[in-house]
């Protein structure tokens, strides 16, 4: 059984999406322990893969018994190994966690709603494990399309901000299948591998190089890197609130994830790094993202929109910190991968129990929060630290990974930047904090004891509290995480080993 693992991975969920959307015709009931069930088996054959990575070295996966280069092979080794139970992991918390809020905003679309929500989970891990370029992108449209019908499902501006997504998620995907077309003219083969033992063999690079900055286009469109981010504020801040504390976390950082797989997989970092002579560029981009990302995360006046600008800072950190092109910032940029989903996952989920209590999300509403909502602030606090930096959550170290590689690298704007962008995060979420927990009281000191416990339902609470422990669980870990997990994928590449 363990030996169809990376099927399971993508097939259970699959089918599942097609079971819950009949269960929602029958019996609305059965749409939630169905979707449950099927992550729940995601997470277990991810597991079971991670600890068959460890043990033996990368699973090679031939579906349907084909051979690459003709058949589609799938590829699990110690970066996306990791990656899949971060995807399985941050879907079953936010689906056991928006469980109720969904039964109320998708009365009668439940079926419909998890099926796109397993539609998109399963897009998801399809393209982290995939060793076919080609099929990458067939699984990126998957993803993307039912990420845009679960972002619209909401109705109003959700609508609008959707479409937009879904123009500049197309221009993105087209951009990415130009490029592999490219490589597929030069090389004749989709299976990544192959393309890899190929390319040094071609006498004209010059083919190979308009392929990867089409590729890169297309991918900094889809991970939303500025002045690409224009989608991604409007989208996040309008969607339903299941849909966006789902795909906030996951969407930007599993394209940064195929940034990276291209370059260590394809490409090869020397090409990507040195030849192609633009990491110079890319570097200066992020740290306009992060700054420009702050400035604006500063001008808000809603926690949605707010944590929504923090992750075009964030997407900046990752793409710096990985084209800064040595083993201290790579392994950041890998690190931060994981620590920003759940970092996103937790404040996200957070702000869903407000709007669920109070129906709002403009900072002039958070009065007395600290008291109405103790637990849900609490876990709050905690991913505001995490993205703040503050040890000894998991946000700290991979900030630490990430300025080691600027100063390694010699690039102190990008060091300036990481720094300034964790002053303006103190800002942000102090301000959000002392609305929270000081104003109705310093003017209205009777109003403290009429201020009742309003606490978002159970079974929001207990997820966003595992959540909030995890962002300490990993930063306690960190450690562990880099030495067992991370460095084996990074440091073979970086040797041009991969």
Sequence with gaps: MSSQFPAFIIVVPLLAALLVNIAGWIRQSLCFPTAVAALAVSIFSAVGLMGQVMENGDV???????????????????LNGIILILISLAALINMIATRSSAEQQFTNRLGVFYGLYLLFVTGLMGIVITGDAFNLYVLLEISSLSGYALLGMGGGRATVSSLHYLFMGTIGASFYLLGIGYLYIVTGSLNMVDIAGILPTIQNPSLIKVSFILCMIGLFIKMALF??????????????????????????????????????????????????????????????????????????????????????????????????????????????????????????????????????????????LFVKMPFTMIAFVVGA??????????????????????????????????????????????????????????????QQTEIAIQEAPLDMVVPLMVTAGLLIAMGLYAHTLVTRFIEPAVLPALMGGL
Excluded at 340 to 365: N, P, R, W, Y
Excluded at 394 to 410: D, M
């Design 227 to 368: 002045p690409l981010h224009t989608w991604l504020p409007n989208v996040y801040s309008h969607a339903p609130n299941p849909a966006a504390s789902l795909i906030a976390p996951l969407t930007t950082k599993v394209m940064i994830y195929v940034m990276i797989r291209l370059i260590f997989s394809i490409y090869q970092p020397d090409f990507a790094f040195i030849q192609m002579d633009i990491a110079g560029l890319i570097q200066w981009l992020a740290v306009i993202a992060i700054i420009a990302g702050s400035i604006m995360a500063y001008k808000q006046e809603r926690l949605k929109r707010m944590l929504a600008y923090i992750i075009v800072v964030e997407v900046g950190y990752m793409v710096g910190g990985f084209w800064l092109g040595n083993a201290a910032g790579i392994t950041g940029a890998v690190l931060h991968i994981l620590n920003d989903a759940m970092m996103t996952l937790c404040v996200f989920l957070a702000a869903g129990a407000v709007i669920s209590q109070t129906q709002f999300d403009e900072f002039k509403h958070l009065q007395g």
């Design 385 to 446: 630290l995490s993205i703040i930096g503050v040890p000894p959550t998991c946000g700290f170290f991979s900030k630490w990974y990430l300025i080691s590689g600027g100063i390694n690298a010699g690039h102190y704007g990008f060091v300036a930047a990481l720094i300034i962008s964790s002053l303006v995060n103190v800002l942000l979420f102090f301000k959000v904090i002392e609305i929270g927990y000081f104003e109705p009281f310093e003017s209205h000191h009777h």
């Design 60 to 78: 090679i996966y031939r579906m349907a018994g084909w051979e690459p280069p003709w058949g589609i092979a799938l590829h699990i080794d110690h």
